[in-house]
Each structure stands twice: as C-alpha cells, then as structure tokens.
C-alpha cells in the first residue's frame, strides 16, 4: 500500500549510473529509500506495478529472531539478532525522512503453551535465549494471564521475550512510500520481466518488452524473483501464507497488547497487536506454489488455534483474510548482494523473516551499493553462496 509513491513511467533515457530496484516491498522500497538517502546512485528507480501488495502487506510484522526461526538455525538467529539490533534506529531514520512514525511496538512477546510438548519446547526455547544474553522470563499459566487476561484458561505457561519488537507492516510501507519520495526516489508502475545482462555485466531491466538501461539492479521482488534472472533461478520458491486481520469490538474482551505466541497442536500461531484493537493472527504455512486463494481449511485452522490460546478472539469482527507468499530459500537464509552478471544485486529469499531483516538488508546492500564487501553478519547469506541441493518438502516447517 505504497500507493503515496506516484507510480509512473521513466523514460527510457542513459541516466548516469541508474540503480533500478525491481519489487517495491518493504525489502526493495527500505533499500531504494537508503541508496537514494545516500546518493549511492545517479538516480534510483523502484519498479512495481502494485507496490506493497505482496509478502509485505500480508506480514504480522513480528520483529522476533527466535521465535521465528529453528533453534538450530544458527545463521538464521544471528542475522535475525544483527537485525532486531538495528531496527529502533532504522525506525527512526526512515519516520525523519517521512514526517511520521513507521508504527514500531515494544510490548515484547510472550510465547505460551497449551499442552505439555509446548511446556518442554518452550524450555528450549528459553535456553536459547539466555546462551544468547536476551531477556527471558519463565512464567506460570496464571502470571501469563495476570499479564495478559485475554489469554485463555488453556495456558499453562509461558515466556516474557521483552526486547521483540513489532511494526504495522502497512504503516511502514506507507511511511517507506513517503520517505523514498523525500529522497528522490523514482517510482515505475511497470512491471520487470526479467533483468538484461550482457554477458558480463547487467545493461538494464525488461519491462514488458521495453528495456530500461541500468547500471545496477537490485532484485527485490520477494517469492516472484527467481523467474527474473537465471543466476536467481530455482534459488527462491513461494511457501504460502494465510493470516486474519481481527478488531476487538466494544463488547469485546480487550486484545493482548504483546505479540502472543504459541503452538497449538505443533501448528504455530501467532496474534500481532495493531492499533484500534486490532489484532493480525497467523499464519498458515504451504508448499502450494503461487496458489492465491485463502482456503476454507487454513481460516479453521487459525480460528481454532488462535481461540484456543484467546478464547475471547470469537466475539471479535473478523475484518480480512488474506494470502501471499513468503520467498522461501533452501537453508532459510535470504540472499544478499552480488550474484551473476556484474551490478546484479539480490534482496530476496527472506523467508518468514522478511521485516524482521529489512534493517540488516538496508545495511547490507548500502554496503555493496558503495563498493564494500557484503558486512559480516550478513557474509553466511552472501547471495553467490553454493546453492543448498534439497527440495521443498524438505524445508517446510
Ligand atoms: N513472519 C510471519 C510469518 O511468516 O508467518
């Protein structure tokens, strides 16, 4: 919903040194906005015929690395970390260029069990946290409702994560809209088909045909980038979500005002606070390729799993359902910066992870924009990396 961008069409002229950005999620928009803040280019061009209406706008916009990623995923949790890490002041950078706030939250999070494999899960979980130096709580069933009482009597325990964050996925997009467009930042409404290289180095991108000239190209279009250069091909899948946008009416029980999270019957889910009562509850999770249909199945499911853990969520008014798709990689890592041709730049395959790592991507594609190697803690998701030989079934969780 970057609609404040006007979404025109750039002239097919040489501009010295242009950076086309293709994808104007919030990876794509955050770093067309950066590159333009830093004069990292002659001219930066974002180009997306729908911008935000993606992964983006679907997002419950938890700003959380453990709970997001298996304890296992060593590289994931750490670029997760760097990223939580730079998030307050990316908030406030990107609010100074737009005149208003990208909507962070830091109530925290609280992840809670139902049933007793969850108890001993969310031990391990806490484990991590505390080798990891971050805050974490262990709570009983009714100091997790004294905290939250809309959190219902199936709670048995729970853990305090108090540095999460949070951030109204939409508000960021918009205030991202506003603050590339502070910087100068150029808006086309086309499409990229693909991105045209010479063989050496990339000339430019298709759009529908017509060649926009570009010296560098930052692939950012989520789970559609793989189709658009065959050094990205077969690197990024879609892996389906549905999520429920829920208000709290006036007879309503009060929303949780933390991120709340739990597994309930191992599926995962989760209920996001936004203002005026409003709640984002997620997500369901497929291998269904670019399936758009929210399913009859995947709404059940987050009914059920949500109004076990907040019963009062039935008498909510059940505002939107909606589906997209998470660019999913093989190792779950995102791939960043070079690949390819020379000035092919990749932002993409952020996975479940994507606002979380806006702020680490900024970073690590400013980097590279300004002719430095990738920073190292993002090196393990250097994009020309050895691609990862498993299938999909292999990394559904
Ligand atoms: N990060 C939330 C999700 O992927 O469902």
């Not at 994808?23 to 911008?51: F, K, T």
């Amino acid at each position: 919903m970057i609609g404040a961008l006007t979404a025109g069409t750039v002239a097919s002229v040489a501009v010295a040194d242009r950076l086309v950005v293709a994808g104007a999620g919030a990876v794509g928009a955050a770093v067309a906005w950066a590159a333009a803040r830093d004069r990292l280019a002659g001219e930066v061009v974002l180009v997306d015929p729908d911008p935000g209406s993606g992964a983006s706008r679907v997002a419950g916009g938890m700003l959380a690395p453990i709970s997001e990623a298996w304890p296992g995923e060593r590289d994931v949790l750490e670029l997760g970390a760097a990223s939580l890490a730079r998030w307050p002041a990316l908030a406030e950078r990107i609010a100074e260029d737009a005149g208003t706030p990208v909507g962070l939250r830091r109530e925290g999070t609280l992840q809670v069990a139902v049933d007793s494999a969850d108890v001993a899960d969310l031990e391990r979980i806490a484990e991590h946290l505390r080798a990891w130096g971050r805050g974490v709580e262990r709570l009983t069933g009714r100091e997790v409702r004294r905290r939250e009482p809309s959190l219902g009597p199936a709670v048995r325990a729970g853990i305090a994560v108090p540095d999460d964050l949070a951030v109204d996925n939409r508000r960021l997009l918009a205030t991202l809209a506003a603050a590339g467009r502070a910087r100068g930042v150029v808006a086309d409404g086309r499409r990229v088909t693909r991105v045209v290289d010479d063989g050496a180095r990339v000339v430019g991108v298709s759009l529908d045909g017509e060649v926009l000239e570009a010296d560098r190209v930052v692939v950012a279009a989520g789970a559609w980038s793989a189709a658009l250069h065959p050094a990205l091909a077969d690197r990024v899948r879609p892996v389906k979500g549905e999520i429920l946008r829920v208000r709290a009416r006036r007879s309503s029980l009060p929303p949780p005002t933390r991120t709340v999270r739990a597994a309930v019957s191992g599926r995962p889910v989760y209920a996001v606070p936004r203002d005026g009562g409003r709640l984002v509850v997620g997500a369901t999770q497929y291998e269904a390729g670019f399936d758009p249909d929210v399913l009859v199945g995947g709404v059940r499911d987050l009914v059920a799993d949500v109004e076990r853990v907040l019963p009062g969520i039935a008498d909510y008014a059940l505002e939107e359902t909606a589906a997209s798709f998470r660019p999913g990689t093989d190792d779950n890592l995102p791939l960043l910066g070079p690949v390819g041709p020379s000035g092919l730049l990749a932002a993409t395959g952020h996975g479940r992870n994507g606002m979380l790592l806006v702020a680490v991507t900024v970073d690590a594609l400013t980097a590279v924009l300004r002719g430095d190697a990738l920073p190292a803690e993002a090196a393990p998701a250097a994009a020309d990396r050895p691609d990862v030989a498993s299938g999909p079934a292999a990394r559904v969780r």
